[in-house]
């Protein structure tokens, strides 16, 4: 891959964005911001990412909309998605994983493990 991976991150909490924005720049990832649900849908559509952070709990539709969005469409269905979330119940992580979500963090988190998590999925994605 010659140019910098694309990378959204669709988080409404702004230290969060702030701080994994940051660490992502720095390990050479082209970085977009979505804050709400509906934004980060019309993002990925039109201008595909090549892997999604997304919170679940956000305005205006959840994590799990856009997870579905992305799926049933047939450009982003492959597209690596890792779930941010402060929920820790077993049906909401089974959820995500039966919606085709690739990986999942559970807030709080540390921003390096999650830039390290990225980096691999974006790696399985390749090969």
């Not at 856009?66 to 992580?93: C, H, S, W, Y």
């Amino acid at each position: 891959m010659n140019e910098r991976p694309k990378v959204l991150i669709a988080e409404d909490e702004e230290t969060i964005v702030e701080s994994l924005s940051f660490l992502m720049e720095k390990e050479g990832y082209d970085v977009s911001v979505a804050t709400d649900g509906r934004t980060a849908i019309s993002m990925i559509a039109r201008d595909i990412p090549d892997m999604v952070l997304l919170d679940v709990m956000m305005p205006v539709c959840d994590g799990f909309e856009v997870v579905r969005a992305a799926r049933n469409d047939p450009n982003t269905r492959q597209m690596p998605i890792m779930m941010l979330t402060a929920k820790t119940r077993e049906v909401d992580r089974r959820k995500g994983l039966e919606l085709g979500v690739d990986d999942f963090v559970t807030k709080p988190f540390s921003t390096r493990d999650v830039v390290s998590r990225v980096k691999a999925l974006l790696e399985r994605a390749e090969n």
